[in-house]
């Protein structure tokens, strides 16, 4: 049965009114909206046939609760209630706009659209629904930084998504909810609470159904919500685009997510505790799937492309052109994840493994489990033996300098020495304006990766940070003579009175307010930059002022980094010696062990077992590059290597680094070779191939474009 004028109407302006929202609401409010065609993707898997009651708790201008309602018609049924919460005022009126023509349309019974938080438990409690038979969502992306006011502040968060746990659930299956809404980090982002409180929302035996980022399994703060997915639901699906991807414009590609919610007899046993987790299907659809208005029209070409493709999603049991399928494990999925949670805190309450934590602390000595990204990497039938983690075998990862401020910290070369002062420029907030510094208070930093090559080549880079821990205003100058006797007891040389022109310029960024919308909100009142102040209290510590960095350490001086965006396969640069300052841009490495030189560690990385891990670990962006985030790494499971192994490392990658042609293979066959013992030297040779073959192949997948597919 064909929409109405009022539905057809109000569904073509839709996008236009998204378009019309202020880009700093949008990005405040993570107001990025899902569309007709892939809402309804969703909804024909996630909507099961019995289904009345739907509800989007961050409904948008309602493209969800559309598709649902327009699933559930061509099915010929009626959902019975349509419900959603939208927090901006004019979002929520069109949303509601938009469900009142659905119901008069005849699509739904009864349609209700609530203003507010979905956080404020009278908000919740204001639809007075026990739970619903589908949640179908696109939680918003919003920074922790950027939550605030309208009840969307970190605390407001937390304390309100507790209060519906308590509201919601009772018994044994309360105090695991509580576990997981106290456990979770503060610094996640909005999404994270989403995903908790629209599982809250899912009825046992009902549907959650969410359109999210494919980061959702890498992020750090996320492992709070695949714990979710496998405690108390069943993961059935994980629909996945290729690029360019549904969202063209999109800094990553999309995951669909669909569970079922089990009932608390099933999910009361924490997961540790079950002899097996059921597979779920990981389904991968191409551009070459669209065709006539839907995502997947020229992969089922009949009338109704969404109900066929959810047809055969349920049991894949043939090939269809430009969609592919397999299963996805959940067993290893647990064991992954249950290696990175084992110490956390909210994951021990859960777990119920308070009293065997002694025990559990163990765990680090438990074998690496292989990624399943890894696994597809190498040739069938290859079986690595025992891995461990980069963290057993010593080996660090983490993020470079962040100043907090780099419009202030970081100065250009501008000039050469002169009586042990040098000429820098300041940045374009400050008119590129130049000054003299002392050579003393400079330190060279790697900033761009416009920069890799020439500093491979030898060349430090122009870029400086300002290094004024040992230097200080003149009128900061009373407080350290009054600190004089801390800094004796430290063994520290009291800090030397900045020259003028530094402290002119140090005066003026004082007073520099970074964004015109906060004019009050001066560079020393940043979150990260007021951070470096210390004032003693006890005469024992020395003060520190806005203007000096916290003191750098192995993370910001690592031996090898690589850049946290790649366009081609991921590969480390060696730091020079000693080491210089690498920025955040980068992923940083070093090792806490002295056998683990540094050109040891520079041919484990550039090995291509470690390079394979890094893509298959990966984010793909957008545009093609991958993402690479210490998380990512941190994951890359390496063979046991004994000390006379890394000595044999240290000069193969001696050998790298002097360009020797043969360093890369021997390299290769020496990582092979202690993951796949007993494997002769073909075997060897074949196994990197074909890993050489699959890195250009998922090299070349991420960067392909409209016109390639």
Known sequence: MPATDAVSAIRS???????????????????????LPLGTLLAHIALDPDARA??????GHGDLLDAAALTARARGARLGRLDGIELDPETSAFCGRRTAALQADGAVAAARIVTGSAFDPAIVAELDAPGYDLVITNPPYVRYQSQNGNGAGVGDVRRGLSAIVDARVTDGERALWQALVEGYSGLADLSVPAWLLSALLTRPGGRLALVVPATWRSRDYADVVRYVLLRAFRLEFIVADTQPGWFSDALVRTHLVIARRLSWDEAQAPVSDRSSLPAAHWLQVTPAAAGGGSLVGSAFPGPEPERDFATWASAANREVPSIGSRPFA???????????????SWFQNAENRRDALPLFSVAEARPATMPEGLREMLPPGATPVRLQTLERAGIRVSQ??????????YVTLAGEDENETVTVEASESFQNMRFRVPAAALRPVLHRQADIEAFASGYLPVTRVLDLSDWVLPEDQPAVTEAAEAYRRRG??????MPPELASFVRLAARYAPDPKEPARCIPDLS????????????RDVPRFWYMLPAFTARHLPVIFTPRINHGTPAVALNTQPPILIDANFSTLWAEERRWTVHALYALFHSSWCRAAMESAGTPLGGGALKLEATHIRQVPIPPLSDRDCERLATLGQQLAAAVPSARHQIDMFILAAALPG???NDLKEAARHIDSRLEAACAARQRTVHDS
């Open 679 to 681: 494997s002769d030297e």
């Open 492 to 497: 520290m040389s009291v800090p030397r009175v």
């Open 330 to 344: 959940l067993d290893e999925e647990w064991r992954t994840l249950e290696q990175r949670l084992g110490r956390k």
């Open 13 to 35: 302006s839709a996008r236009s009114f998204e378009e019309g929202l202020p880009p700093a609401q949008r990005k405040r409010l993570g107001q990025f909206f899902t569309g």
């Open 54 to 59: 739907v509800i989007d708790p961050m409904a």
């Open 400 to 409: 470079g300098l962040r100043s907090g401020c780099n419009r202030f910290f």
């Open 528 to 539: 990260a930059v007021r951070t470096n102040v210390r004032r003693p209290a006890n005469g």
